[in-house]
């Protein structure tokens, strides 16, 4: 059955340090696979997307993301956090051949400190 | 440019009234049209889409239900709230299976 699953509930960086939030995937077809970010009381936000294409894909607001078909990994990266990085990330699995059947991981709340 | 409008942003209602969230899509023509709820500490539970102007499928039955009356605008409705209804409404758009575009979304408190 596919699934993803991000590792960590909460991550805590210093301002000005990497990101790192990690995101597994169980699928047994090639996927397309999704990083969305979630400020408090807003909707989704798309950061960026895997579709079969180059495996490091880069995103908005200096994200990116990885695909290793190895790992069966997605994780999202950013080489130095900013305080407006602060929100919850969702990493993303759309079923295929389905309608909007989108399967989110858990999430994983950033907190940024100065 | 493609924009998608969802409101209230916040709502609470009493047990038992009803509900109405509306959704429109603007800049583009005959979209794919969602609505997911969000409740604490989970992911996005899809509970209806829809592929055109009066074709609702559900997800999860439930005390809730959709329509969508013209081509780019969505309701979610209920005729009697529960406490369970409570969470966060997220409306979506797609054209293909490679992006999502999500409202703002709307805090439902049942009380």
């Known amino acids: 059955a596919q699934s993803v699953t991000q590792l960590d509930s909460h991550v805590s960086v210093s301002e000005g340090t990497p990101v790192l939030l990690r995101c597994n995937y169980s699928?047994?077809?090639?996927?397309?696979l999704f990083w969305y970010v979630q400020h408090p009381n807003k909707g989704l936000q798309l950061l960026l997307k895997?579709?079969?294409?180059?495996?490091l894909v880069k995103g908005i607001n200096g994200f990116e993301a990885e695909f290793k078909k190895s790992e069966t990994s997605f994780h999202l990266t950013k080489p130095s956090a900013h305080m407006s990085d602060a929100a919850e990330y969702f990493c993303?699995?759309?079923?295929?051949?389905?309608?909007?059947?989108?399967?989110f991981g858990k999430g994983t709340k950033l907190s940024v400190k100065p | 440019s493609q924009t998608i409008h969802q409101w209230p942003a916040t709502l609470v209602q009493p047990v038992g009234s009803p509900l109405s969230l509306e959704c429109t899509v603007e800049?583009?023509?005959?979209?794919?049209l969602y609505w997911y709820r969000q409740a604490a500490g989970r992911g996005l539970q899809l509970l209806f889409y829809?592929?055109?102007?009066?074709?609702i499928s559900s997800e999860v039955p439930q005390n809730l239900s959709a329509s969508r009356p013209q081509d780019r605008q969505f309701i979610l409705s209920s005729k009697k709230l529960l406490l369970s209804d409570s969470g966060f409404y997220l409306c979506a758009w797609s054209l293909t299976a490679a992006g999502y575009t999500f409202g703002s979304g709307t805090r439902l408190t049942v009380v």
């Open positions: 829809s592929v055109g102007i009066g074709q």
């Open positions: 993303v699995y759309i079923l295929r051949g389905s309608q909007g059947n989108l399967i």
């Open positions: 800049g583009t023509s005959n979209p794919n």
């Open positions: 895997y579709t079969s294409a180059a495996t």
């Open positions: 699928s047994s077809y090639s996927p397309s």
